[in-house]
C-alpha cells in the first residue's frame, strides 16, 4: 500500500518516515523528493484511508491536512463557490467561510440558509455548494445525503460535501450516497485517541484529488508525519472502537430517553434531563434517514437538553468517568457545556462523547451525577 519504496519490506506495523527531504530520485522517477509535497508515511495511510471511505473495488483518494479546518479550507478554496448552503454545524467551519469571504472581498463562501432536499431546486443554483454536516455537532441532527446529491446532480454544477467527523466509517460512508467531497476532523474518530490534530477529505475524481495535493502542498497545510503515523495506527481499530461507541452511545440514550423518570429517587431526578437526541431514538426525527444511511450504526455522540442552565453547567464536573472537555471521538467518554465555545446552542445542552468504557459503569456514573445535581437544583 504505497509503502514500497522504504526499505522496510519486513515491518508488520507501518514504518515512520520523520525525514523532511529525500536524497535527490531519479529523473523520471516518482521518488519522494520534500514531505511538504509528498512523504512516505502520509502516502501509505492516504492509501489506507481512501480504502476505508472507499468500496473494495472502487477505493476513495484521501488527501490528509494538519486540521479538519486546514481540511474544510482546501476542498473550499478549491470549490471556490460564490454561495454555501450550509445550515448551523460546527462554529470553526463558518469561521472558515469568513476568512474565504475576507480574502475574496465577499466574492466567495458566501453562506445561504440550507433549503430541504425538496426545494433544492427552487433555491440552488449552478456553482453552489451545501455543505452538510450529518450527524450535525452538536444535536446530532441527520441529513440526508443521498436526496442532495440526487437534487444536486439534477441540478448539474452543485457539488455536495460532507462533514462526516461523527460517522466515519463503517457507520455511513457518504461518497457511495452520491457526495462529491468527505471530509473528516481525524482528530476525532479517525485517530481516536485524543492525542493527534489532523483533517482529510476522501474523493472518487483522481483529478480533484491531485489539485487538493497541489494546493495543500502550495499552501503548506500538511500535516506532521508523527500525526499521520498515529492516525494509521488508530485506523487499524477505527471498526472496533466506532461499532462499540456506537452502540455504547445508542444504549445511553435509550435508557436516558425511557428510564429517566425511574431513577431510584424519581421524587430527584424527574424533569432534570428534557430531552435526548440521538439519531438511534425512534423518537428522534432524524431516526427515518439514519436508518437509511447509517448503515453501521448512528453515532457516539448524544446531546441532552437540560431543565436548566443551572443544571446544565453544574452536571459535568459532577461526573467521574466522563471527563469535562472538548472534542469528541476519543477512547475516554467526554461531556461539555458547549455554550460555553459557541453562542449559538442552548444554554442548557450538554454534548457527550462516548468513549471505550463498560456502559453499565458510565450509565451508573450519569445516574448518580443526575441525582446529585437534581438534588442541588
Ligand atoms: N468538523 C466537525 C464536525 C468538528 O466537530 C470539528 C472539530 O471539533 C471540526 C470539523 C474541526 O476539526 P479540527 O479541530 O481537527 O480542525
Redesign the pocket.
Known amino acids: 500500500h504505497g509503502g514500497g519504496r522504504m526499505a522496510t519490506a519486513h515491518d508488520v506495523s507501518p514504518p515512520l518516515s520523520l525525514s523532511t527531504t529525500f536524497t535527490c530520485p531519479e529523473p523520471g522517477s516518482d521518488g519522494h523528493v520534500y514531505s511538504r509535497i509528498s512523504n512516505p508515511t502520509r502516502e501509505r495511510c492516504e492509501t489506507l484511508l481512501g480504502a476505508i471511505e472507499g468500496t473494495p473495488s472502487s477505493p476513495a483518494r484521501a488527501v490528509l491536512y494538519a486540521?479538519?479546518?486546514?481540511a474544510?479550507f482546501g476542498a473550499l478554496s478549491r470549490l471556490l463557490p460564490s454561495r454555501v448552503a450550509i445550515s448551523g454545524?460546527?462554529h470553526?467551519?463558518h469561521q472558515v467561510l469568513e476568512q474565504l469571504q475576507r480574502i475574496s472581498g465577499g466574492a466567495n463562501c458566501n453562506p445561504i440558509p440550507l433549503p430541504t432536499p425538496e426545494d433544492a431546486a427552487a433555491v440552488l443554483r449552478e456553482g453552489d455548494v451545501v455543505w452538510l454536516?450529518t450527524p450535525r455537532?452538536p444535536d446530532c441532527h441527520v441529513a440526508d445525503v443521498a436526496a442532495y446529491a440526487d437534487a444536486a446532480r439534477e441540478l448539474g454544477g452543485v457539488r455536495v460535501v460532507v462533514?462526516s467527523?461523527?460517522a466515519p466509517p463503517p457507520l455511513q460512508r457518504a461518497l457511495t450516497l452520491g457526495a462529491d467531497i468527505v471530509m473528516h476532523?481525524t482528530?476525532?474518530y479517525l485517530a481516536g485517541h485524543s492525542d493527534a490534530?489532523?483533517?482529510a477529505l476522501c474523493v472518487r475524481d483522481a483529478a480533484l484529488a491531485s489539485e487538493l495535493r497541489a494546493d495543500r502542498s502550495a499552501v503548506g497545510s500538511t500535516p506532521g508525519a508523527l500525526e499521520v503515523w498515529l492516525l494509521m495506527r488508530s485506523l487499524r481499530t477505527l471498526h472496533l472502537r466506532v461499532e462499540r461507541q456506537s452502540a455504547t452511545a445508542a444504549e445511553l440514550a435509550h435508557w436516558l430517553d425511557r428510564a429517566m423518570p425511574d431513577l431510584t429517587r424519581p421524587d430527584l431526578a424527574v424533569g432534570l434531563v428534557h430531552s435526548v437526541a440521538h439519531p438511534s431514538l425512534p423518537s428522534d426525527p432524524s431516526h427515518g434517514v439514519a436508518r437509511r444511511q447509517m448503515s453501521g450504526g448512528y453515532g457516539g455522540c448524544f446531546a441532552l437538553e437540560l431543565a436548566s442552565e443551572q443544571a446544565a453547567r453544574s452536571l459535568p464536573a459532577a461526573l467521574r468517568l466522563f471527563r469535562d472537555a472538548t472534542?469528541?471521538g476519543g477512547v475516554e467518554s467526554l461531556i461539555e457545556w458547549r455554550r460555553k465555545y459557541d453562542d449559538a446552542i442552548s444554554p442548557r445542552l450538554l454534548r457527550v462523547s462516548v468513549g471505550l468504557e463498560e456502559a453499565a459503569h458510565l450509565q451508573e456514573d450519569l445516574q448518580r451525577a443526575i441525582l446529585q445535581v437534581s438534588a442541588a437544583a
Open positions: 486540521s479538519g479546518l486546514a474544510t454545524g460546527y470553526g467551519t454536516e455537532n462533514d467527523t461523527f476532523s482528530t476525532k490534530i489532523g483533517g472534542s469528541l
